[in-house]
């Protein structure tokens, strides 16, 4: 009998990944990010709709610079999630199945973050 060799131990930030994987697992991570941050936008919502003090209270949160940040934060992993959404629903209907083309969608939708990263950087900041 042969032995087959298998890794012992399996460190996934040894292995490098090509770029559509990476983002798809980045497509997973802004999806459970923006489920997860559902909750503030939805009480800051709630004050701001209130009352006039509540709505006071609300731009005052939405001005301090750590939400600021979180609202970029946020609009970019959001425009990631779209971006990529829509990369695979072409995908679903068979167009960008090959790898030079799944690669340059790939590379476009990290392009696009990036421009939105510095659209609303330069709006919030």
């Known amino acids: 009998m042969g032995e087959k060799t298998r890794p012992i131990f399996l460190n ?6 090509p770029v559509p994987a990476l983002s798809s697992i980045g497509h997973r ?3 459970v990010i923006l489920f997860l941050l559902l909750p503030l936008s939805i009480y800051v919502l ?3 709709l209130e009352s006039e003090q509540g709505f006071a209270q609300a ?4 001005a301090a ?5 979180l609202a970029i934060a ?5 425009a990631h ?3 990529n959404g829509i990369r695979f629903l072409l995908m679903d209907l068979e167009w960008g199945m090959e790898k030079h083309v799944a690669v340059k969608t790939a590379w476009s939708v990290i392009a696009a973050d990036l421009l939105v990263f510095l659209i609303t950087a330069g709006v919030l900041l």
């Open 81 to 83: 999630h779209l971006f």
């Open 12 to 17: 996934l930030l040894q292995i490098r990944q």
């Open 29 to 31: 991570i802004s999806g």
């Open 74 to 78: 946020a609009l970019v992993l959001f």
């Open 46 to 48: 709630e004050l701001s």
């Open 59 to 62: 731009v005052a949160i939405c």
């Open 65 to 69: 610079l750590p939400m600021r940040l």
